[in-house]
């Protein structure tokens, strides 16, 4: 069995002029909204085997976060620039990649890609992700490699948790 956490990353910042799209920071909600999700995940899920994250600033930041909610160590947090590209599959070709060792793992990345995915592989439709949006996909397979068809067995949204 396989579990894959995806998150895309916390609400972004676009007030700085002249900044380059990857290096956009994490607005205070966007961090606040990290906080909040880490915590979710903290109580509702057995600490992931790995965490992966887009290069791009807010994905990272969002992924440093739950690192240290979840108490996994920053210096094992894999930076992946193929999970910073706008062409399709991205996201699949990463998850298949995944070291067979790992039962789980959590991806921080972005919204293209993630509602194909989710929508792709999950068992739930689910229309839109929003920023920090979690959704949790299990797969009955050894091998990353054979995901297809999974469970979706989580879906945690940043406005579920707010009074």
């Known amino acids: ?3 894959i956490y995806i998150v895309r990353h916390a609400k972004s910042s676009w007030e700085y002029e002249g900044i380059q799209d990857i290096d956009r920071p994490l607005k205070k909600r966007g961090i606040k909204d990290a906080y ?3 915590n979710v995940l903290k109580e509702k899920i057995k600490k992931p085997d790995a965490f992966i994250a887009s290069c791009a600033n807010r994905a990272l930041h969002t992924g ?7 108490g996994f ?3 094992n947090l894999k930076i992946s620039k193929s999970l910073y590209s706008f062409s399709d599959g991205y996201l699949v070709k990463t998850i298949r990649a995944l070291d067979d060792a790992y039962d789980s793992a959590i991806v921080f990345s972005h919204d293209h890609g993630i509602n194909t995915f989710v929508n792709t ?9 929003p920023t920090c949006g979690v ?10 490699k054979n995901i297809k068809s999974g469970k979706t067995v989580l879906k ?3 406005a579920n948790h707010k009074d």
Request: charge should be negative; proline fraction near 8%; charged fraction near 15%.
């Open 1 to 3: 069995m396989k579990t």
């Open 73 to 75: 160590p920053m210096a």
């Open 64 to 70: 440093i976060i739950f690192c240290n909610v979840m």
């Open 121 to 129: 592989f999950g068992s739930k439709p689910i229309s839109h992700v």
């Open 36 to 38: 909040l999700l880490a």
């Open 156 to 158: 945690e949204f940043p």
């Open 135 to 144: 959704i949790g996909i299990q797969f009955d397979t050894e091998h990353w």
